[in-house]
């Protein structure tokens, strides 16, 4: 298979606005008659599904929640970044684009990367319309602020909940085009397989989860749009139900999956308490504004304060460690989150941590109170530190926040052309479903901005290029061989999983596979314990199909047979990601192996060996995956390593 | 701070379908650890059950930090617990006693059906939302988003409202299961923006027809739905709600 | 489509004629309390008596009189009917019970203050009322030039009877009760509930409910203070 990524000819600035005049379009009345099915209604399928639907497409939408505005993309914090320069700080699109490309480590595509910043004013002008309530100043106009570090103002913002409203303005659209009879909603449906016709992607069967009957979908093209997989790690900031199995399905039906070890581990999160911990929660990073990060100096106060013989407070001045001023005093506190995160868990590994469990390090306020006054804090961060108070019980005001790492977003994921197209024709991905922007880091408040951008202002167009091959192509019929069989292999899935009949629940299963992950393919990977891994989680595969426990039936309302689903798919999907971490031997963005890095410990990337965008053909279980190589041509900007120091 | 670990007593509303009449089931738990969230005392109940070869209880949840709104449980007499302006998902043990007995039901309204237990169909939310939650704004069609001041008091204000997460708590705890919180909410953020101004009129009545179809109850103003509400929407919006209802309604021409 | 149709259909045009009756009956209230007010002169109810007079015999006041009894059987049957779409907008109730109130007492108990009222007015109005127009033995008296039925002996009488006198005071504290919720709520359904207007509201509500039913209940107290 040959990699084709389908860049447009022509300088990097006018690509875009080139080839959306060239694309081959397709007429009003024809639109009427193709159908495209959206898995997944977050920020880039809403968007998606409510674009296509204006256009004239008939659309089916489906999520597995009970509602589309309950996605994951709703409890994204910070921002939104578009170059609009509204600051007059000198802000512009090449300014977001080189940003973006040297914050992801220089392995993602330029030409996706510049289409992105260049819509990105457009989704902020769309949200407005659609009444999202975005922070202004008082003259009436629109606020920003600067976020993750960036020199400039560009970061758009609601508060401490840009996600959940730019989201519900996403599902406003929806429900618009739902109203209309243009979009068929499908709410509490989970897709369980990808159904190929002559080499196409003609349909999904997907599970009623509440009567659990298995339903047959066809349209002209799929697009999956069912966010990342951070849930491998079993612990993270994603959603309970955030799953890989979309994906991994149209994975196994011969999508090449891009990337997938590059996972962005965030710096602000509230550090696990017990075994009984189902997810974690992320503080949002604007706290590194004002909170220095700190671990005492020495194991022994380190040791008294996990036994909780000392507090906080009882630390001298002198005792203390700013680990991230001292060692990059020209970004300190602010330094990018996979810097942030793997000086926590160095501190930690160095037996300084400071919660109960050893994994924490402080986020101390102190001194931001005494210089702004509580007032002005509280404005900032009152309603963090209120969250914060209610999950913990302790009052940030009065003692420093305990934070760790957590798995945050992953940026690799289905691999995409410039069309966002897939290796299957007629199956689009995006979103965080595709691996396409944020190369081997991500930026903060460039999610928000790569959702909506893919889902408003890039998918409407380019899916047009397909569908114009398909205007004859007519009602396409679920009652075809395709069909039928596609539907057989889910229901002879579902009966093995219900047949086991063994004796652990899938939680203790999926709890296992993220232990496994965290630790051997989390923040620092190394080839012994990669490979260690890969063993691991073949061996826990493996007694997950001889000895998982699911109630219930399958004709039923049954949410353990679900997580079963989506279990067993990370169980393949981890191995793929540690396959992937082995390959890549240098260490870039999220991705951080103890074999490569500098004297002084930072992460050394390899241009000359690894400037390429790993894509992993499934070959089955039992084979090893076979792996394309994208390279990356850098034409706009200079390949340096970055520095913080 | 008080125990670390603390035994309870759980009666939980069990129903297998929609049609089943469902019973309340007592459960015992000992050693929950006061730092866990409600959530996942839930889930310990559950995998106590799943290894005992019995059925877990179903209960809705997802992102776990309250803010998709999926979380719903009835529990003491109150919609998301003991606790104000939080959701189920972010209360947590710390705030009950050892030895206390929990009682957990589904939120209960005729246009909320149980699914299983302590799931509940909320898709009347979206068939309100759907009725004219929106801007009828296309894809492409926005001047810029700087072309329109809008007085940061009238966004802050539209915020608040906008803040509503969907939860269905203001209809679990009124004592009438009326939606009025929830359609005001909506209602008022665009009320307030001007971009809400053309289809003002038509939405008001579009939404509030579609919630009076789906056969929740009157708004009697006790308040309830504002004191649980986890996002403190205040029922200032549901006084909006009347007055544009009024005002479109007694405006020839719609 | 037709909007009045609309609006008396929809949950809010019948909670908009709970309001506007509502707040009728409140206005009527107030009258009613200046009038009675009149029988603690102590003039041997001669105020009184005009007053009542006045009142059976004015066009003007008997349409409105007319128009209150339609009020209050429409703020019933609106009642009637609001609650029982409540029930079934909740076919099954709750067992747990909340520890710490969410509501005010008044506002969930609307509907069994109100029978207690309506149970109230059928007794108050077989007393009063009917008695004032039927009563065989109400004399007349007569005042300079004017000769009228002299009502006062028969409030006075009744409110000799301690029990009847407790009765009443009781009832006020009802009325209270219903009046403390009624108000507020009437103006929060005619969409007045907001910014400055929402404390406004509240303070002359609270005040409106406790001294007007606690000034009615006055009368029976020092009348039968002054009969025994």
Known sequence: MKLDAKIPAGALPEKWTKYRSTVRLVSPANKRKIDIIVVGTGLAGASAAASLAELGYKVKAFCFQDSPRRAHSIAAQGGINAAKNYQNDGDSVFRLFYDTIKGGDYRAREANVHRLAEVSGSIIDQCVAQGVPFAREYGGLLDNRSFGGTQVSRTFYARGQTGQQLLLGAYSALSRQIEKGQVEMFSRHEMVEVVMVDGKARGIIARDLVSGKLERHSGHAVVIASGGYGNVFYLSTNAMGSNVTAAWKAHKQGALFGNPCFTQIHPTCLPQTGEYQSKLTLMSESLRNDGRVWVPKTKEDAKAIQEGRKKASDIAEADRDYYLERKYPAFGNLVPRDVASRAAKEACDEGRGVAPTGLAVFLDFRDAINRLGKDVISARYGNLFEMYDKITGDNPYETPMKIYPAVHYTMGGLWVDYNLMTTVPGLYAIGEANFSDHGANRLGASALMQGLADGYFVLPYTIGDYLADEIGTGKISTDGDAFVQAEQIVTERQKRLMGIKGKQSVESFHRRLGKIMWEYCGMARNEEGLTKARDMIRALRDEFWSDVRIPGTMEEFNPELDKAGRVADFLELGELMVIDALVRKESCGGHFRLESQTPEGEAKRDDDNFAFVSAWEFNGLEGDPILHQENLEFEAVKLTQRSYK | ?254 | MNNLTTLLKSSIGRKLMMALTGLFLVLFLLIHLIGNLQLLIPDGGEAFNIYAHTMGNNPLIQIVSKLNFLFIILHVIYSIWLSRLNKAARPIGYAGKPAQATSTLSSRNMGILGTLILAFLLVHLKGFWYEFKTGADIMMVTYGTETIPDVFPVVATAYSNVWYAAFYVIMMGVVGFHLYHGFQSAFQTLGLGYNKYKKLIQTAGTLFAILVPALFALIPIVMYIQNA
């Open chain 2, 1 to 254: 701070m008080g125990k670390e670990n603390i035994g309870l007593t759980l009666k939980v509303w069990r129903q297998k379908n929609e049609a089943d009449k469902g019973h309340f089931e007592t459960y015992k738990l000992s050693e929950v650890s006061t730092h866990a969230s409600f959530l996942e005392m839930i889930d310990v109940l559950n995998e106590q059950l799943i290894v005992e070869g019995k059925d877990p209880v179903a209960f809705d949840h997802d992102c776990r930090e309250g803010i998709c709104g999926m979380c719903s449980m009835y529990i003491n007499g109150r919609a998301h617990g003991p606790q104000s302006a939080t959701t189920t998902c972010q209360l947590h043990m710390r705030h009950f006693n050892d030895g206390e007995t929990i009682t957990i039901e589904p939120w209960r309204a005729a246009p909320f059906p149980v699914i299983k237990d302590l799931t509940v169909d909320r898709s009347a939310f979206d068939q309100i939302m759907a009725a004219g939650g929106y801007v009828s704004v296309n894809t492409g069609n926005a001047p810029d988003g700087n072309a329109m001041p809008i007085p940061k008091e009238d966004a802050d204000e539209a915020f608040n409202a906008a803040a509503c997460i969907g939860c269905g708590a203001c209809v679990a705890a009124c004592k009438n299961a009326s939606a009025m919180l929830f359609v005001s909410a909506k209602v008022s953020q665009y009320a307030l923006l001007p971009q809400g101004q053309p289809e003002r009129k038509e939405r008001v009545l579009k939404m509030v027809a579609k919630m009076d179809e789906l056969g929740f109850g009157n708004c009697t103003n006790t308040g309830a739905c504002e004191a649980e509400c986890p996002k403190g929407i205040s029922i200032t919006n549901i006084a909006r709600l009347n007055r544009e209802f009024l005002s479109a309604s007694l405006t020839p021409g719609h």
